[in-house]
């Protein structure tokens, strides 16, 4: 009896803390409900209000998922004073400062609020009110764009901002005064506006700062004072893009083991010079550095006058006095690489890299070889140098006829092909493969037209990893025809290249530059960007449609 007793003790002690434990329940329909708001203080559209504090009540326990980031806080506040916390079924958000007058404040808790069992966000949670007797009603709307898009860029991570005229800040030194976020196809609308004149920005928002970061983030900007009055919503487009927006600077430039190398402090998309020496002087470029060689030690430093551009075209123009000087230091081996695996029709062309600038080629031990016993030799004619100056890259080309049945074709060099500047041979052979298609199994032409403005236009077609395959230059035409491609997916980029150089130029924010346009073909019926063609077919016209320069559109 005893024993029984102490059981039946036991069992409802059990039975007590499993009443008392709170969980989440099992089983049953899942809650899909979103939280729903029983009050709030202070009231939505309240006016003459100054809060020191805003409390929601809810329906269900909630909780918040990172507010730093969601709530989003029209005009200006310091968010690094307001602490805003969830305890069951309530949240409070603590002001901590002071309040503008006659000012319209929004808080958008966007889908920050959530219930705690199944993470269900609030709907449309937001909280209006002003501090003078109106509610200001003007608002902006519009789209933005990622001209380079990454597979995982998020468009709702974009932050619109408005800065006022009069403001000495932009969107890379402070938080805007208006704020606003696109939803996930790129939409916005900012609400709750007052009249006035307005800058206004875009830009990635990846690390949370409210402030775009001139190096690494997408932005975008709009070069046109915004008037925002009752006359009409304005309609606004941002076409986003990455640059570097920093000064461009030479930091530094010394001798290093018979070279002269300069440091800048960010990287080169272009270098010249020009001396009045009999030596011959060749440079390489990497990232940030350049390094110049001489064919020759020279014992007295030689006057070199050099301009380097950065990606935003800022120039350093500037006289150096370099020295070319005997050192017992170990030169770097000659490094070569070939970008192989490709395909081709007819024409076979191969691109080496050097990881300095080469002096002489040993042809006899230079040939493309298409059989155990068969090969071209490879002749001075079939080979172009990228830059005379640089001499870092050449360009193999020769054409195979359809006559010949094999498939594989190998570019073979052996050590000790290629000299120099610094009298070093490549230590290692060169075994790089190349696969020749059939005419056949290829696809006859993808061809259609540019609906544009621009004079000079750039089509690209890419492949799935978005490398490029082929590109068409158009002057003063729109229509594009690539013939006898090779079977798979692709895409079609257009540049409008607006100066004629041939590459895609980004955005100056200091000289209110704006990036050049790019866009993609889009199925107008799926909305896919994708391509499939296979051999045999002919996929086209396609139309490629341009899209509107970041500005105010009405």
């Not at 002690?13 to 009443?19: K, L």
Request: with cysteine; proline share 4%; net charge negative.
């Amino acid at each position: 009896m005893k024993a029984l007793r102490q059981i039946s003790a036991l069992l409802l002690i059990a039975s007590f803390y499993s009443c008392a434990k709170q969980s989440t329940p099992q089983g049953g329909p899942r809650d899909e409900d979103p939280p729903k708001v029983l009050s709030q203080y202070p009231e939505n559209q309240s006016v003459n209000t100054i809060p020191e504090e805003i409390t929601i009540e809810f329906d269900e326990y909630i909780k918040l998922d990172n507010p730093s980031k969601n709530l989003i806080i029209t005009p200006r506040l310091d968010k690094d004073k307001i602490i805003a916390t969830a305890l069951k079924n309530k949240v409070n958000v603590k002001l901590d400062q002071e309040l503008e007058e006659n000012t319209t404040y929004v808080f958008n808790f966007q889908k920050s609020v959530q219930d705690i069992s199944e993470q269900n966000p609030a709907e449309n949670l937001k909280v209006v009110f002003s501090t003078g007797p109106n509610i200001d009603s003007l608002s902006i709307r519009g789209r933005v764009n990622v001209l380079f898009p990454e597979r995982t860029t998020e468009y709702r991570d974009i932050l619109i901002g408005l800065y006022k005229i009069q403001d000495t800040t932009d969107l890379f030194t402070s938080p805007p005064y208006y704020i606003g976020q696109s939803d996930s196809i790129g939409n916005f609308q900012l609400e709750n506006l007052r009249e006035g004149k307005f800058l206004a920005y875009a830009w990635l928002d990846e690390n949370n700062s409210l402030k775009a970061e001139g190096k690494n983030e997408n932005f975008a900007f709009i070069t046109d004072t915004l008037l925002i009055d009752a006359t009409a919503e304005k309609l606004l487009h941002f076409n986003l893009a990455k640059s570097d927006q920093g000064s461009f600077k030479l930091n530094r430039s010394s001798d290093t083991g018979g070279a002269y190398q300069l440091v800048f402090n960010k990287g080169i998309k272009d270098f010249n010079l020009k001396h009045e020496s009999s030596r011959d002087i060749s440079f390489k470029i990497n990232d940030d550095r350049v390094k110049i060689y001489s064919d020759r030690p020279i014992s007295d430093s030689l006057s070199i006058s050099i301009i380097a551009t950065d990606s935003i075209d800022q120039k350093v123009d500037t006289l150096i006095w370099a020295k070319f000087l005997e050192s017992e230091r170990k030169k770097d081996e000659l490094t070569v690489q070939v970008a192989s695996g490709k395909s081709f029709y007819e024409r076979l062309s191969m691109e080496l890299t050097f990881n300095k600038p080469i002096a002489s080629i040993v042809y006899d031990s230079l040939r493309v070889v298409y059989d155990s016993a068969k090969f071209y030799q490879v002749t001075p004619e079939m080979i172009q140098v990228k830059d005379s100056i640089r001499r870092d890259q050449i360009q193999i080309s020769l054409t195979i006829p359809d006559s010949l049945n094999q498939s594989i074709f190998t570019l073979q060099a052996a050590d000790s092909t290629f000299l120099d500047v610094e009298n070093q041979y490549n230590a290692a052979a060169v075994n790089a493969n190349f696969r020749k298609l059939k005419r056949e199994s290829l696809a006859d032409e993808i061809s259609g037209s540019v609906n544009t403005q621009a004079a000079q236009t750039i089509v690209q077609l890419l492949n799935t990893k978005e490398e490029i395959i082929r590109e068409i230059k158009l002057v003063n035409q729109t229509n594009f025809s690539f013939k006898l491609v090779e079977p798979g997916a692709y895409r079609l980029r257009v540049i409008e290249d607006e100066n004629g150089n041939g590459v895609w130029d980004p955005p100056n924010y200091n000289i209110k530059r704006q990036p050049e346009l790019v866009y993609f073909f889009t199925d107008p019926e799926t909305q896919s960007k994708d391509i499939t063609i296979r051999g045999g077919w002919t996929v086209g016209p396609l139309i490629i449609q341009s899209i509107p320069r970041s500005g105010i559109l009405n």
